[in-house]
């Protein structure tokens, strides 16, 4: 008996030893398993990082990616803009994680709709392409950028970082390998979109002339020939059978902004502050002075007809963060739907420097707007864009630009963007559900309290009218310009006047069928913006323009 208990005794010790010995290599394995998958995804990691000289293009250190400032970047008192902040943070990094596999997928043909010139150098002093410039980080194609070039009137069309696009009718640098341009478009993978300072480009498909349709092409008025015309740097362009389409034609393909009809002559050239478009002339002037010239009087023969062209003014393009740290922290601040992005627009134009965002709006930055990324607080943009009206986000900053709108255009537009994104409009559907109505009550007092909370909490106020901004977009500018502390020439305000558009306008004028705003709606609204005006006057600003108010 003794015996069998002394075997069983001695199996059980070696199944335990033995049982022992599973879970240890168990675990070892387990160990090494994920040792080795960590050292993956850190070899990966390493391999993805872009090079330093490109960082200025994506990642910026102290920028929301930095680890020492994405907890405090991803906070926010608003839960909507905190989804969007982190839906953005993660597609951003998903880009980073796979841009190593998308380098090392081969490069398939791509069918264009134009042909292929090659790649050519490129750098901010020295562009390749002179023409005008457009940004889409998220869905940038050739076919994007050669139909852009094509409709502003251009012949080349040049893409450069995956994402940048230049037109121009010559170019100006000198070719290099075809392997330099060795990123892909953004949008459409496989196919070239230039490098660092490489620029891919493209012929536009071939229209014979006379047969080109424009976008954007739009009568300026009949305007008198400046006293000292030399000044003005108008350029003769010689014309047989001359119309107006074919001199626009002709100034295209010089890549000037402005064409000017005189008769039999045609001129091209750029707003001046001695021909600055601001005093246009009777129309009769310049039907008189197309008859015969022999035939006319002197003063008779003195007047053009202008056309603004596609061609983007080259004058102020170019566009980067302050050089030094501002110690002065400025917003921009307005109610949704009241312009914001259209002024950040001009000052961007203007000035030459990038504006920021309390906020992050990925559709802003994919279209040019790299302010956007960078950390509201950083001090390397000129201003920040912000809707907040409490007294504590008030209070951080110096000063602020505040911007005020119509509140009935302002409701509208921000009703718009909401149902249909930025350049969208809503449908009568739309405006005849609850959620109108709704909007409205909520919304209206927004309006008012964001002007009141500003006029009594801000430290230094300057008061812009969206509506004077459009009628008298250079004096407007220029009062901005001065009141952030930057010196700007008149050429450069000039310029921003004739680029004022950009890529955030509406297109058109598309309002309901029917007035979206009821009785009581336009009741509670009235009352809103006498509050608004006699606040205005209390704080020695000048009040509402006088369309605001009922009547």
């Excluded at 042909?115 to 002179?130: H, I, Q, T, V, W």
Aim: hydrophobic share 30%; net charge positive.
């Amino acid at each position: 008996m003794a015996k069998p208990l002394y075997r069983l005794q001695r199996f059980l010790r070696r199944t335990q030893l033995f049982l022992l010995f599973l879970g240890v290599a168990y675990i070892m394995a387990g160990s090494v398993l994920l040792l080795q998958r960590a050292n993956l995804v850190v070899t990966q990691r390493g391999a993805t990082s872009p090079p330093l000289s490109s960082l200025g293009q994506g990642y910026q250190p102290g920028s929301p990616l930095d680890d020492r400032t994405g907890t405090r970047w991803l906070m926010s008192r608003n839960l909507e803009i905190r989804h969007l902040r982190r839906r953005w943070f993660h597609s951003l990094m998903t880009e980073k994680d796979m841009s190593q596999v998308e380098r090392s997928t081969p490069r398939r043909n791509v069918p264009q709709k134009g042909s292929y010139m090659g790649c050519f150098l490129d750098n901010s002093k020295e562009r390749a392409l002179r023409g005008s410039v457009s940004t889409d980080f998220r869905k940038m194609t050739s076919t994007m950028c050669q139909d852009t070039c094509s409709a502003s009137g251009y012949q080349f069309a040049g893409l450069e970082y995956g994402s940048e696009c230049y037109c121009g009718n010559h170019i100006t640098s000198l070719r290099v390998r075809d392997e330099e341009c060795n990123l892909d478009c953004k949008g459409e993978k496989g196919s070239p979109c230039g490098g660092v300072g490489r620029l891919s480009v493209f012929t536009v498909e071939d229209v014979l002339p006379g047969q080109r349709r424009y976008r954007n092409v739009r009568y300026r008025g009949c305007f008198r020939e400046p006293e000292n015309s030399s000044s003005t740097s108008l350029v003769h362009v010689l014309q047989p059978n001359l119309t107006s389409q074919s001199c626009i034609e002709a100034c295209m393909n010089k890549e000037f902004p402005l064409a000017m009809l005189r008769s039999s002559d045609c001129f091209c050239g750029y707003a001046t502050t001695d021909f600055t478009l601001h005093e246009p002339a009777e129309e009769e002037h310049c039907s008189q002075s197309n008859t015969t010239e022999a035939s006319l009087p002197s003063t008779l023969q003195r007047f053009y007809q202008v056309y603004q062209t596609p061609v983007q003014d080259s004058r102020c393009t170019e566009r980067k963060f302050l050089p030094e740290k501002s110690s002065s922290l400025v917003a921009l601040s307005s109610f949704p739907g009241a312009g914001n992005t259209w002024v950040r627009h001009l000052i961007e134009l203007a000035t030459g420097y990038y504006t920021g965002s309390y906020y992050f709006d990925g559709t802003l930055y994919n279209r040019g707007f790299k302010g956007e990324k960078d950390y509201w607080k950083s001090g390397r943009t000129i201003c920040v864009k912000t809707h907040e009206s409490g007294r504590r986000e008030i209070e951080m900053y110096d000063s602020v630009i505040l911007l005020i709108r119509s509140p009935y255009r302002s409701l509208m537009a921000e009703f718009n963007r909401k149902c249909a994104g930025h350049l969208g409009y809503a449908s009568d559907q739309h405006w005849k559900t609850k959620e109108w109505p709704e909007f409205v009550g909520s919304y209206a007092s927004w309006w008012a309290s964001h002007v009141l909370d500003w006029l009594r909490f801000g430290r230094r106020v300057l008061v812009v009218h969206f509506e004077e901004l459009q009628t008298a977009l250079v004096p407007q500018l220029r009062s901005i310009t001065s009141f952030l502390n930057t010196t700007v020439t008149e050429d450069k305000l000039l310029c921003a006047e004739s680029n004022q558009d950009g890529h955030f306008k509406r297109s058109g004028v598309r309002q309901p069928t029917f007035d979206p705003f009821t009785p009581d709606m336009r009741g509670l609204i009235d009352g809103l913006i006498h509050a608004v005006d006699q606040a205005l006057r209390d704080s020695n600003h000048t009040g509402l323009p006088l369309e605001y108010l009922p009547r």
